[in-house]
């Protein structure tokens, strides 16, 4: 059976194409996905650089640079074209190992530059609509606001807010042990709200959604298991529309703004590398753009001369 991998291959009309797909597919075993990306960037170039009577074997830097030029004027993303270099710088390594090619015409070109894009965010307005969603005089209601207490004020992934156990919360402390990625832990202190939130919810409401059934996760569903990363995601799309939120929301919303809101209030931003579970502070630097853009409103707002 050759799958679609090898059908994808096979089909290929080009034969220096057809034969680099080959070699990816034995040595390193792409996905169809990945295969069927490079066929296509192979051959919109191809059929590109035979208009200018060459081959992808003929063509040289120049051509390279006029294409990914080209592709700019006709509106394609940097990302999509960076994308479409790495496919080509790759086709030409395997060439000139191949002995097809003595010189690789991509070589020297560097990738356009990708805008770096920022996390969606929320208000600080717009969170305390947010939080005051759920309706609390339910079980499932008062169990939600207590989950979004706790992420803006602790920042959690969504998979640690779902994965959390009861054993991971110091209420004496005020802190939350989370086991992130890369199986790093990292203690993270909760604010007094937020705590007071949780505690309500253990001893209380949480018994209400168990009822006799045992679980270790803090915040169970209603069947009494722990809760999916999709489940909450739905949980605050719900309550977003509920409260009538235009922002663009991720996943992530809460932990954005928790990050974002410590920043725009003067928190040091290793700090924020610590609390948010970042290795890398250049991760957490995106962060700093989008507390410029919410200085620069503040400044063009008040400032006489803004």
């Known amino acids: 059976m050759l799958g679609t991998r090898k059908k994808t291959i096979e089909s290929c009309d080009n034969e220096e194409i057809r034969l680099f797909l080959d070699g990816l597919w034995v040595e390193d075993g792409l996905s169809d ?6 066929k296509t960037d192979l051959k919109l170039f191809s ?17 390279v640079s006029s294409y990914l030029a080209d592709r700019l004027v006709k509106g394609i993303s940097a990302r999509s074209s960076a994308r479409f270099l790495s496919s080509l710088k790759r086709f030409y390594v395997f060439a000139v190992r191949e002995g097809k090619l003595i010189k690789d015409p991509a070589a020297n070109i560097d990738a356009p530059k990708l805008g770096q894009s920022l996390p969606s965010s929320l208000s600080e307005s717009d969170v305390e609509r947010l939080l005051s969603a759920p309706d609390t005089a339910t079980a499932l209601g008062f169990r939600d606001r207590a989950m979004l207490e706790l992420m803006y004020a602790s920042g959690l992934r969504v998979s640690e807010l779902v994965g959390l156990k009861l054993s991971e919360i110091n209420f004496r402390q005020g802190l939350v042990r989370i086991t992130g990625k890369g199986n790093k832990d990292r203690l993270v202190p909760v604010g007094e709200d937020a705590l007071t939130w949780m505690n309500d919810f253990i001893h209380d409401w949480r018994l209400d959604i168990l009822g006799e059934r045992k679980t270790d996760f803090v915040f169970p569903t209603n069947r009494g298991t722990g809760m999916t990363r999709q489940a909450f995601w739905y949980i605050i799309k719900r309550y977003v529309a509920k409260v009538g939120i235009k922002a663009k929301i991720s996943p992530h919303t809460l932990r954005h703004a928790f990050a974002t809101h410590l920043l725009n209030h003067g928190a040091d931003l290793r700090v924020v590398q610590l609390l948010l579970g970042h290795s890398d502070l250049s991760t957490t630097q995106i962060y700093t753009h989008i507390a410029k853009e919410r200085l620069k409103d503040i400044h063009e707002q008040f400032h006489p001369r803004g």
Request: charge should be neutral.
């Open 47 to 63: 059929k590109w650089i035979n208009q200018k009577d060459k081959t992808l074997l003929s063509c040289e830097s120049s051509d």
């Open 33 to 38: 996905n990945t295969l069927a990306a490079y």
